[in-house]
């Protein structure tokens, strides 16, 4: 499942709309976000986060989102439902979430953005050994190119107990 997931993440990163890296001290993530052409509210999204511990496993993530408009009275702001399949090698879990992002505020020479999302899984949408999930995010960054992306930010996964809970600092590229 595992070299599947890997190998349809990194075919579909030719057609990408959005490529993330993450980094931490212990911790390396990838995203990935593809935007149907014919539906650019529709999006396909992807995680993989290595954890450089040998008391953690690896860390992936895939889904679909539906992109709404003008969030929050906000036209720079958009309104994200999303549905993720989350996996380490003990826990699984299908949560359901919402995200908020803002791709330009402020009147500064360089685009500013910030987003957040949330996202949460019952006992009846956790597996294996897992009995919930819990998912949180939050980022800021700043655009100093057109198609290039700086950001920090702060994420927490849990899995019944703490799997992650880190600051990291990330760099982005849009397609």
Do not use: W
Not at 65 to 79: C, F, H, P, T, V
Not at 106 to 119: D, M, R, T
């Amino acid at each position: 499942m595992k070299k599947l997931l890997f190998s349809l993440l990194a075919v579909s990163s030719i057609f990408a709309s959005d490529l993330n890296l993450e980094i931490t001290n212990e911790t390396l993530a990838g995203n990935l976000n593809l935007n149907l052409p014919k539906n650019e509210n529709f999006q396909i999204r992807g995680t993989y986060l290595y954890y450089d511990d040998e008391n953690k496993n690896n860390y992936y993530s895939v889904g679909v989102g539906a992109i709404g408009e003008n969030a929050l009275d906000n036209y720079n702001s958009k309104l994200t439902i999303f549905i993720d399949y989350d996996h380490t090698k003990d826990n699984s879990a299908l949560p359901i979430g919402i995200g908020v992002f803002n791709k330009n505020f402020g009147n500064f020479q360089h685009p500013l953005f910030a987003k957040a999302e949330i996202a949460y899984a019952p006992k009846v949408l956790s597996f294996d050994e897992a009995t919930k999930f819990l998912k949180a995010k939050v980022e800021l960054g700043i655009k100093p190119i057109k198609n290039a992306k700086l950001f920090i930010g702060y994420k927490t996964i849990s899995f019944n107990k703490n799997y992650l809970s880190v600051g990291y600092a990330g760099i982005g590229f849009m397609f």
